[in-house]
């Protein structure tokens, strides 16, 4: 078992530029997300997929966009990148309900993405 | 509403002595808590959680953490520390009304000096 994977692992973009990062779980999960994490901050929820077919906004969505394409991937858009997006940007996956009563979170080992 | 305040945002000790990285949070309902540990550049792995069951927790490398509803904190301790043990660690916590959504504290890092 993989876990959680995500590329790409590092990324460089000019400002305006787009791009999309990857995730993808082999846990079978229901939920998947997307978080930010900045220097002195604990990590901050941009949106996230309780389920596949569903998505919502977290704490930071703004200048974000993503798609919960199958139950297995869950991808991040950036359409105009800016310098404030600079930051390192982790997905997670749970089991929420069924047997699972609380939400503990399995992650990927992130992107560090630089705009310029 | 839920937060979650790490009392320290570093902390240094001598290999060999204890640990304590203090937790407090805020929660309208019955909490799940956890302790994420982040080695530099490295993701992020759970040390241990508490779902009420236990309030005295066992995790992982010899750590552990007590729930104290009633000081509303859930510190993390190991009795001796190792040079490994250097890294960010951070304290969560998550409640079914807000749809388990975990709320991250700011991390506290660990210095180890040998």
């Known amino acids: 078992n993989a876990g959680v994977t995500q590329t790409p692992k590092f990324q460089v973009l000019k400002t305006g530029q787009s791009m999309t990062l990857q995730c993808a779980q082999d846990m079978n999960h229901n939920s998947m997300y997307w978080y930010r994490q900045d220097p002195g901050m604990g990590l901050r929820l941009i949106y996230y997929?309780?389920?596949?077919?569903?998505?919502d906004k977290g704490e930071v969505p703004n200048g974000y966009n993503v798609s919960r394409l199958n139950k297995r991937e869950f991808s991040l858009r950036l359409e105009s990148a800016a310098p404030s997006q600079t930051s390192v940007y982790f997905c997670a996956s749970s089991e929420i309900g069924g047997s699972s009563s609380y939400n503990e979170q399995f992650f990927g080992p992130g992107t560090r993405l630089t705009v310029l | 509403a839920q937060s979650v305040t790490q009392l320290d945002s570093h902390v240094s000790v001598s290999e060999g002595t204890p640990v304590l990285l203090r937790c407090n949070y805020s929660s309208s309902y019955s909490p799940s808590l956890f302790w994420y540990v982040q080695h530099p550049n490295k993701g992020l792995q759970l040390l241990l959680k508490?779902?009420?069951?236990a309030t005295l927790v066992k995790g992982i490398n010899g750590f552990e953490a007590e729930f104290k509803k009633s000081e509303t904190s859930f510190h993390l301790t190991k009795p001796s520390a190792h040079m490994s043990d250097a890294a960010e660690y951070f304290c969560v916590v998550s409640e079914a009304d807000s749809n388990y959504q975990l709320i991250w504290g700011a991390g506290t890092k660990l210095i180890i000096k040998p």
């Open positions: 508490y779902t009420s069951a």
């Open positions: 997929s309780a389920s596949e077919g569903t998505t």
